[in-house]
Structure formats: C-alpha cells, structure tokens
C-alpha cells in the first residue's frame, strides 16, 4: 500500500512500534520497520515510527530498545512521552523527533517551547477550532495538524472490554478491530479497542477537512497528518487524492462532494473547527 500512497499525493507514511502505542490496530516490529524503510525509499517518500504512549518505570528499558534502534533507522519518530526527548537528545536524533501529545498542545506558548528543544515537528491539538489552529500555525513554524480520520475521544490504562467480558461472561474482547459502542444520548457508532496498553474510544465521526485544507496550509502549517483506524484504505485513499486536488489549486467543494458520492455511508464531520473551545 506505500506505493498507492505515494501516487495518491502523500509525501511520509507513519506505522506504529510493536506495543508503543495506545491505539494500533497494526504494528511493526524491529524487521517490519526496516522493510518499511526499504519500501518507503523505493517509493521516494519519507517514514515515521509512532510511539504515542506513555512508559513508566519498569517500561523505561523497552522504550530505550526502541529508541536505539529507530536512532539507526531512516525515519522520524512521533512521540507522546516527554522522556522520550531526552532519550533522543543523547541519542543524537532530536531533530527527527514529532512530539503527539494528541489534545494536549493547545498554545502558541507550548509550540514554541518544544520546538526550542529541537525537534523536528509539533502536532497541534485537534480539538481546536479552525481560527485556534491557523494562529498557532501561523506563529510557530513545522506545525503539525490532524486533518482526517476518526480522532481519539479516551484513553485508559484499564482494561475496559476485558472487564466487561469477565463481569458479562462473554467472549475475549481484546485485539477486536470490529467493536464499537452506542451511547443513549447517541445514534452513531463509536468505534472502541483494547490492547494490553490500555483501551481507547473513538469518535462516531471521521474528521475531514477538505474546507480547511488551503487556509491551513496558507496560514503556514507544515504537516498534515490522516489517521486510517477504523477507516478503509480505499477510503483514505481518496481523502488524500482530494486534500492533494485542494492543494494545488482544486475546487474544495466540488473535491468533498465527489469524496461524499464514493463514501455516502461515511459519517463525516467539520469536527471542532466551528465550535468555539471552552475556558
């Protein structure tokens, strides 16, 4: 599939460290990365390894394995867990380093200060809206923005499926791609997952920003990051052909409608760009 990335327009591809991540619903271990590197310079695109988890004492020694090894790899590494920074300083690898802390970055002031560190990018909060995030980007250079895919509601430590199965004595419910709650305020499907990590709740909604995309990018943002859990490859597919069209000139309503005709049963949504952040 990095082949038919590369045609659709994407310039880096991102997979996740085996057990380095919260929310993977696919992982690479050491020789995975290293035949995605092989296949993403073949294709002329650059790779990013995620590590959006946060390690604790007794984890420092795996996170330190990891590390060592991407320092070795061609690639960038997307990081949750601020020790991670340090790791990478003495590994000499700062500046390949994408600090994720998902809802977390949410100011110009915080941008600025990790990007002072040396690292390579920042990504910005998704639950911002459209005039928070065009003036974080607009201030701190190598920004990173969410533009696509179902975004990340909860994260637990706790085993919550696992606790349901044993209290309910159903069926094992961890590593299930296909589980999704309902809640009785809600129609809609949110999609859920458990890893021996922890367990992490999805929005019913994909994000899509096909209105944003040009603002975004005018307003100086760097990196524009889709997010492919629970969501078709097929389907992201022409998500990225169309915010591509949209960046070299293309009609952004006439590129979202023909998106909406392929995939009418998507449920999709502006997200929080339009509804002002509460202080």
């Known amino acids: 599939m990095i082949q038919a990335y590369a045609a659709a327009g994407a310039d880096e591809i991102q997979i996740v460290a085996q057990g380095q991540s919260y929310?993977?619903?696919?992982?690479?271990?050491?020789?995975?990365?290293?035949?995605?590197?092989?296949?993403?310079?073949?294709?002329?695109?650059?790779?990013?390894?995620?590590?959006?988890?946060?390690?604790?004492?007794?984890?420092?020694?795996?996170?330190?394995e990891w590390m060592r090894f991407l320092s070795n790899v061609c690639c960038r590494i997307s990081f949750m867990d601020p020790g991670l920074a340090r790791l990478a300083k003495q590994m000499h690898c700062l500046n390949e380093m994408i600090y994720t802390p998902l809802t977390l970055l949410t100011s110009d002031h915080d941008a600025a200060w990790w990007m002072a560190q040396g690292l390579y990018a920042v990504s910005v909060s998704p639950l911002l809206t459209k005039e928070e995030t065009m003036r974080i980007v607009s201030k701190i250079p190598s920004m990173e923005v969410s533009v696509f895919g179902h975004q990340i509601m909860s994260v637990s430590r706790r085993p919550l499926l696992s606790d349901y199965a044993h209290t309910y004595h159903t069926e094992q419910m961890q590593n299930r791609k296909n589980l999704y709650l309902i809640e009785e305020t809600r129609d809609q499907k949110m999609p859920i997952y458990e890893s021996k990590l922890g367990t992490v709740i999805y929005t019913d909604y994909v994000l899509h920003s096909f209105a944003e995309m040009k603002a975004f990018a005018d307003a100086g943002a760097d990196r524009f990051m889709m997010d492919s859990v629970f969501v078709s490859d097929a389907c992201t597919l022409d998500a990225l052909k169309g915010y591509s069209a949209v960046l070299h000139g293309a009609d952004a309503q006439k590129e979202e409608e023909k998106f909406s005709l392929k995939h009418p049963d998507l449920l999709v949504s502006e997200g929080y760009y339009g509804k002002e952040t509460v202080r």
């Open 23 to 64: 929310s993977a619903l696919r992982s690479f271990d050491f020789e995975g990365v290293r035949k995605a590197e092989q296949l993403c310079n073949e294709a002329g695109i650059a790779l990013s390894v995620e590590m959006d988890r946060l390690f604790f004492s007794d984890e420092t020694r795996e996170a330190d």
